[in-house]
Structure formats: C-alpha cells, structure tokens
C-alpha cells in the first residue's frame, strides 16, 4: 500500500486512454465511445447499466448489487468539444505530455476511474463499493447526468474534472445569459444607431462589461456568442448575444443577475422602436463544502499515505457537480490536466498525472472498503 506504483497496471492504463482519445466523441456522437467502454468493462467482469438518455445515447453504470441507491459515486463524461482539425484531433505523444482531443477535459479521468475500479475489483475479488457512472452530453446540455439522478441518488460524488489533482470542495455558480434587441429592417442609408439591433445590443454588452469590471470584479464574464441577422445592405432586424457568468460560490447571484437585468435594459427610449430582452436560459448555483464529512476525510487520509500536501481549492467553471449539487448530492472535483488546457487546440495533460489520479482513486476505494463508517 505504500508503493502507488503497484496500485495500478500503467501500461495498461496507458492502452486505454489512448483508445478513448482516438473515438471521436463530441457531443450527441458518444456511442461509439460508449459501446467501446461497455464491452471493456464488461469483459473486465463488471455488471454495467446502458442507462439510455436519448436515441443511441446512454450513460453507463457501473453499481454494486447492494448500494444502488447510496454510498459514493465516481463520475466522469466521455463527450468532447467538437473537434477543431477533424484530421488531426486523436492521440500524440511528446515526451509524458499527451496531446489530442479531451485529453483533459476529461478522457484522462475517465480512463483512470477506470483502471482504479478495475484494480479494486481484482484485489479484492469482487465489484468494488463505490460506484461508476460514465456520462454522455456534459458538454452541450449536461442531459446525462440529469437523466443519471433520475434513478440513482448518491449522498457523495467524485468527479474527474481536470483539478491539477487539487481537491475541489467549492464550485463556481454559472448562469448563462441571453441578449436580445430586435427592430426593423431598413434600407442601409437609412441607418440610425438609436434604431440598429446591433448597435444596441453592443452598447448593452459594453456597459455590462463595464458593471461587471467596477462592481463584481470576482465574476467571471464571457460573450460567447455574438450574432446577427443576415441583412444584406440593410439594417439588421434583430441581434442576439449569449453570455456566460461565472459566480464565486458566495456571490449574491441573484442580486448580480438583477443588476446586469437593468445595465442592459436601461431606461425606455421613447424615440426608439428597439426591443431588449434579458433571459436566464441556465442558473446553476455554487457551493462550498466543509473541509469535513466521511468522504473528505477518506481523501484526506489518503493524501496523507500518498505524501500529497492537501490544498483544497474552487472549481472555476461550469461542470456537471451544479446538478449534482442541486439534487443533494456532495460532489468533490479532482482530476488530473490543467483547466486552462480545456477547450483549446493545444489540448494536453500529462501521462504521469493520470497514472497518479488512477493511484489517488484506487487508494480512495481502497480507504472506502475498509472504512464501516463510508459514506
């Protein structure tokens, strides 16, 4: 137990995360990956669940016969980003460092969920007691892990976000925002800015920028979506901008969401025919967990056998802990990558972090299984 290195079978490991790479799975496009994982895991000798989410899109399960319904789950997604080089977006290799489409965020984790269940399984010769859920549709709409808490309940959740394997016992809030104005269409020489849905809607993101600098400089802002009418040479009728927040976990976020309401809405311009609209499409809240709990101290314990300082810290962004958070469950963030590295075409995380994830869970469940007071 002292020695990780023996935890855990590296190589095969290794072979795993290399095919979960090389599956494109962007969101809506998970079965391939999913039937791969289910024979794998099926073949390893676990009992799995194709829980269907919607069509050919299921999660997976993998529960013990006696805990369905409590205990801790370990829970990573296998959709991805859409693919920015649909020529080039599977494994590569440089040095520990691996490059490729989800290495991060977050086929690393999963791959190491898996291999730390599967080595429990061997040690000891039966299913382990912890539970694994692989989730499709984080990405896009998080509809897997909602489908998931439809007919499971765990008290307590790990999930393989990429952490740095820091342990994150807070989480951001999110809300995503849309942006509306809408007018009429004239002819471009007859253009006025009072009466452009364009100018309009842009005036309204830079003084939501401007509040959100001078007031709330701990929000984390994000035009993501900025687009118009196709007018031709006319004046746009309508214009439209989505935008996500991300709220500290003690952010007044319904006072933040009431002040951004009005920066955008403004006064009525009696001059103008422009109409705005301000809507919240998504308002997961945050949350912050006490450094304690069965769980947290199972971590804590095995940080300590692992000669890993513990330093806890906040999950930035949006993940699927807010539902999890919201329907009861105490989810704990902690996967190997870097955040930053999500999400973007250089995409990487290294090799010897996911083995010493895969290391971290498997002393996780083995503290769990030997541990009558486990969450």
């Known amino acids: ?18 095919d979960l790479v090389d599956i494109y799975s962007p969101f809506g496009k998970e079965e391939q990956v999913v039937d791969y994982l289910h024979k794998y895991l099926t073949d390893a000798g676990f009992r799995v669940e194709r829980q269907q989410v919607q069509g050919n899109r299921h999660n997976l399960i993998v529960a013990p016969k006696k805990q369905e319904q409590g205990g801790v789950v370990f829970l990573g997604h296998v959709d991805t980003m859409d693919a920015y080089d649909f020529e080039d977006y599977g494994w590569r290799e440089k040095g520990d460092r691996i490059l490729g489409l989800g290495t991060a965020d977050m086929k690393g984790g999963c791959a190491a969920m898996i291999e730390a269940m599967t080595i429990a399984a061997e040690n000891s010769g039966q299913q382990p007691a912890a539970a694994l859920a692989l989730v499709v549709g984080e990405e896009e709409e998080g509809d897997g892990t909602a489908r998931l808490l439809e007919d499971y309940f765990f008290p307590w959740a790990v999930i393989a976000e990429p952490t740095s394997l820091r342990p994150c016992l807070g989480h951001f809030g999110y809300m995503e925002v849309l942006l509306r104005t809408s007018g009429k269409r004239r002819h471009a020489s007859l253009a006025s800015r009072k009466e452009n849905a364009v100018e309009v809607l842009l005036e309204g993101l830079i003084e939501i920028g401007r509040t959100v600098g001078e007031r709330r400089p701990e929000v984390v802002y994000n035009i993501r979506d900025l687009f118009s ?21 003690a952010s007044p976020a319904g006072e933040i969401a009431v002040e951004l309401e009005e920066v955008f809405l403004g006064p009525p311009e009696k001059t103008s025919d422009i109409r705005k609209t301000f809507r919240i499409a998504t308002n997961d809240a945050g949350y912050d967990l006490p450094a304690r709990g069965p769980l947290v101290e199972a971590l804590r314990e095995v940080f ?72």
């Open 1 to 18: 137990m002292k020695n990780e290195s023996q935890k855990i079978n590296e190589k095969r490991l290794k072979s795993l995360f290399r």
């Open 229 to 249: 009418a196709r007018a031709g040479f006319a004046v746009a009728d309508r214009c439209e901008a989505w935008l996500d927040i991300h709220l500290p976990p």
């Open 304 to 375: 300590a056998r692992m000669s890993v300082a513990w330093k806890p810290d906040v999950f930035r962004s949006h993940s699927d802990a807010n539902q999890m958070w919201a329907a009861g469950v105490k989810p704990i963030l902690l996967g190997p990558g870097r955040l930053e590295m999500a999400h973007s075409p250089e995409e990487s995380v290294s090799l010897s972090s996911v083995c010493r994830a895969a290391n971290i869970y498997a002393n996780l469940i083995d503290v769990l299984s030997r541990n009558p007071g486990q969450p």
